[in-house]
């Protein structure tokens, strides 16, 4: 009979993880990460403290799969690889949106991860209180481009005509969405993702006329 491997804090994490990937975070519970790992929820106390180190444990686990801004490259790139790098943990974890900034007492890997952030803006250029303030921005656009991205009603590639001729807009009365309607959806690969990149270089045109100034 093959001998079970031993449990171990980086198992139970990555059960965690795979529960909360599966079932969203309100299905993770100590039963639930016992249950995915064929023990009992009591064993898992021998390497995690509760439910609230599991989830602080699972977060760091999502943040380090975000690269940090490298230092060695112009400012605008780093920040922009890193804000890709961000959307597509989020769209990979879609449970950790509310939990990433929520915490009190953030891990080491969120907070080297705000350190690099701000070193590579203060680098680029910006005061203390510009890159705070970019900092802000950037994860406002990021998180609020997920969330939406989370809530649509279609699937990512799955196309917008079904739900455009669905809702039979009038034209008379929306004739803006109408013809908005016509240049980019109908008969169009549309992707709403790929608004990410326009809105991106927006808010980095942005920043970037802040610091010239």
């Given amino acids: 009979m093959p001998q079970r491997e031993p449990l171990s804090a980086e198992r139970v994490v990555d059960a965690a993880l795979a529960v909360a990937d599966r079932d969203g975070i309100a299905g993770l519970s100590m039963r639930s990460v016992g249950r995915e790992l064929g023990v009992e929820a009591m064993s898992l106390y021998h390497h995690v403290a509760g439910k609230d180190a599991l989830v602080g444990a699972v977060v760091e686990r999502v943040v380090g799969e975000i690269g940090r801004p490298a230092l060695d490259v112009p400012w605008r790139e780093a920040v922009a690889g890193r804000c890709r790098d961000v959307r597509a943990m989020l769209r990979a974890h879609p449970w950790s949106l509310g939990l990433l900034e929520s915490r009190r007492a953030p891990g080491p890997a969120l907070l080297l991860h705000h350190e690099a952030m701000l070193e590579c803006l203060r680098r680029g250029g910006f005061s203390v209180v510009d890159a705070a303030h970019a900092f802000s921005v950037l994860d406002a656009y990021v998180y609020g481009f997920a969330l939406t991205e989370q809530h649509l009603p279609f699937e990512p590639g799955e196309g917008a005509d079904a739900m ?50």
């Fill in 164 to 213: 455009v001729e669905e809702l039979a807009l009038p034209r008379d009365a929306f004739p803006r969405l109408a013809e908005m309607v016509d240049e980019l959806v109908l008969g169009r690969a549309y992707d709403y993702g790929d608004e990410f990149e326009w809105g991106l270089a927006l808010v980095l045109d942005g920043l970037e006329a802040r610091l010239a100034r």
